[in-house]
């Protein structure tokens, strides 16, 4: 019965550091708008994408061509956007790529962490921010 109990506590006490640990990421990105830097270990030398969070986790970016939105979801260090949207411009070729790979990611689940005044995310493709105004 005792280790019965034990075992439940610990359940509980692991759970809540999961949930506290979603809930402080959330707190950090939450009314920042971030700028990509790094795709794929290559240095952007005209970085134009844009990633931001307002409150209730809400996505808003712009991915060099297309403006695009969704609801982000955060759970265990993991981040997606559901019910991501975008306008549709016609783009050149390697943007349209680059713009691809970058919407791939984000609507995937992948680790998310926040480093300094980095925001990180590694999925399919691994995208580093940097964090360049507080909303």
């Known amino acids: 019965m005792r280790l019965a109990a034990i075992f439940t506590l610990f359940v509980a006490f692991l759970l ?7 809930q402080n990421l959330n707190k950090k990105i939450k009314f920042n708008q971030y700028q990509l830097v790094v795709l794929d270990n290559v240095v952007l030398t005209d970085p134009n994408i844009k990633l931001s969070f307002s409150d209730g986790l809400r996505v808003h970016g712009f991915t060099g061509c297309n403006r695009f939105f969704g609801q982000g979801k955060l759970s265990h260090n993991q981040f997606k956007i559901d019910e991501l949207g975008m306008s549709r411009k016609r783009c050149d070729p390697q943007l349209t ?3 691809e790979l970058i919407i791939d990611t984000l609507s995937q689940m992948a680790s998310l962490t926040v480093e300094r005044d980095q925001l990180i995310i590694a999925g399919r493709h691994h995208l580093t921010f940097k964090r360049i105004a507080s909303l």
């Open 16 to 22: 809540t550091g999961c949930q506290s640990t979603s």
């Open 97 to 99: 790529q680059q713009e």
